[in-house]
Structures are given as structure tokens and as C-alpha cells.
């Protein structure tokens, strides 16, 4: 797609996401989006053919930067290393930081998983489980990794584990949003991995 395009669907994206935590998903039509941007409704339909096709565009950007974020060859190289616990945990850091930094960055995401969006129907929620069930894939795929390097307990599940992995840090950036404290202090996420690697390393 050109930049132009790229660009103009940028900013039907950004204009749509605001307006449906501002005034909820069933209340936004199409109409005031192209109103807010001054455009023909034409302009919206060149790349989406409806609203929902809005908001899956915002989860599909989070899962491509999430999985990017979690390549399974930097993990595959950094093991190669034979990594002590220091370094795993700097590594995980990171790497959680980093996901979390892109969750920050689209609210409306933790707002779709915790139900904060008025309207939202069924279609929207079962593709919000369709998002969440692919981000445990990707991170039961990190932990997968790991168990057989033999850092990890032995009898850990790779998809409970990756479920409550999920879970916490979820319910980590929804409350410290709801408290408008920031999640990204270092120490918080040092905390947050360093209690992780301790339920699941040998």
C-alpha cells in the first residue's frame, strides 16, 4: 500500500478506536468517522468494509508485534548461549517490557478484554478469545522452548502457565490504568518476571 494509503488508514483507525471507547462500539458509525476526518464514507470503504473490520485491524497489529516481539529464533540463539539465571532474567524483561509497551499503546485492547467498551456484541467478543487464545499460543511457544532446555520445572504446563502469565499482566496494566500509575517502572517488571521465573524454574 503506498504511504499515502497507509497513512489515511492510520487515521481512520486511530479516529474510529477513540470514538469507540469515547462513546462506545455500538453507538459509532461509520458516518462520524468520516466526519471527524472530513472524508467521503468512499475513503473508509477503500479499506474496511465495516466498523469491526476497524477494531480487527487494531488486534491484528497488536498480534503481529507481539509474535515479533516473541521471535522463536531469538529465543532458539539466545539459549544456544546457555544463559545463566541472570541473564534469563534480564532477557525475559524485556522481552515482557516489550509486550507490554505494545499493549499500552492500544488501551482499547484491555479495555475489549475487561468489557470496558459499551455495545461490544458477540461477533467482537469471540474474535477478542480468537486474540487472546493466539497470544497464549505465542507465549506457550517461549515457554515450550525453554522446558526443553531443562531450565523450567519438569512437570510445568507451557499452557497454564502461559494462560497466567497472560492473565497477570493483563490484570496488571487494566489496574495500574484504572490508578493511572505507570506499569513500565523497571522495578515493577523486574518484579513480575523475577516472581515468574521463581514459580517456574528449577
Known amino acids: 500500500m503506498p504511504a499515502k494509503g497507509q497513512k489515511r488508514k492510520q487515521q481512520i483507525i486511530d479516529t474510529a478506536k477513540v470514538m469507540f471507547i469515547d462513546r462506545g462500539f455500538q453507538s459509532t458509525h461509520i458516518g462520524q468517522v468520516c466526519e471527524e476526518l472530513n472524508i467521503a464514507r468512499g475513503t473508509v470503504y477503500q479499506y474496511f468494509g465495516n466498523k469491526r473490520e476497524i477494531l480487527y485491524a487494531i488486534l491484528e497489529s497488536i498480534e503481529e508485534k507481539i509474535d515479533d516481539i516473541l521471535d522463536p529464533d531469538d529465543l532458539k540463539d539466545f539459549l544456544k548461549t546457555n544463559p545463566s539465571q541472570k541473564e534469563l532474567v534480564k532477557f525475559n524483561t524485556e522481552r515482557v517490557g516489550e509486550c507490554i509497551s505494545v499493549i499500552i499503546s492500544e488501551p482499547i485492547v484491555i479495555k475489549l478484554i475487561f468489557k470496558d467498551i459499551v455495545g461490544i456484541d458477540e461477533e467482537v467478543t469471540d474474535r477478542v478469545q480468537k486474540f487472546l487464545d493466539y497470544i497464549v499460543q ?43 500509575k505507570d506499569i513500565l517502572d523497571k522495578e515493577i517488571i523486574n518484579s513480575v518476571v523475577s516472581n515468574y521465573l521463581a514459580g517456574v524454574s528449577k
Not at 139 to 165: C, F, H, S
Open 138 to 180: 505465542v507465549v506457550q511457544r517461549d515457554i515450550d522452548e525453554i522446558k526443553k532446555k531443562g531450565i523450567y520445572k519438569k512437570g510445568l504446563n507451557p499452557e497454564v502457565t502461559a494462560v497466567m502469565l497472560i492473565g497477570a499482566v493483563m490484570f496488571m496494566v487494566y489496574q495500574f490504568d484504572r490508578l493511572d
